[in-house]
């Protein structure tokens, strides 16, 4: 059974920037491309970035400029540099594979806030 911890997280003030981490149990990062969600309260779960086994990378238009994914396959980590964060990016976030194959970790929230 997979697992996923993600950390992190916490409050920032808007423009402020955080390095997210997600450690997984196993291989899965050299295996499946990776992906960050997060979910805003009252919104369903959306994928803000991925970065296939390839490299190419996809981010969501909310975010394009000022996120950026990496991973670090010989520490089964990924992580998730934001800069200049806006009250929107107030959410709990997640990793997983895109798509999303295993169960989701418990996430890491992320207030921004003055």
């Known amino acids: 059974q997979v697992q996923f911890v993600e950390s992190g997280g916490g409050l920032v003030q808007p423009g402020g920037s955080l390095r997210l981490s997600c450690a997984a149990s196993?291989?899965?990062?050299?295996?499946?491309?990776v992906g960050w969600y997060r979910q805003a309260p009252g919104k369903e779960r959306e994928l803000v970035a991925a970065?296939?086994?390839?490299?190419?990378?996809f981010y969501a238009d909310s975010v394009k400029g000022r996120f950026t994914i990496s991973r670090d396959n010989a520490k089964n980590t990924v992580y998730l540099q934001m800069n200049s964060l806006k009250s929107e990016g107030t959410a709990v976030y997640y990793c997983?594979?895109?798509?999303?194959?295993?169960?989701w970790g418990q996430g890491t929230q992320v207030t921004v806030s003055s």
């Open positions: 196993g291989s899965i990062f050299s295996i499946y491309g």
């Open positions: 970065k296939t086994i390839g490299g190419s990378t």
């Open positions: 997983n594979p895109d798509p999303p194959n295993f169960f």
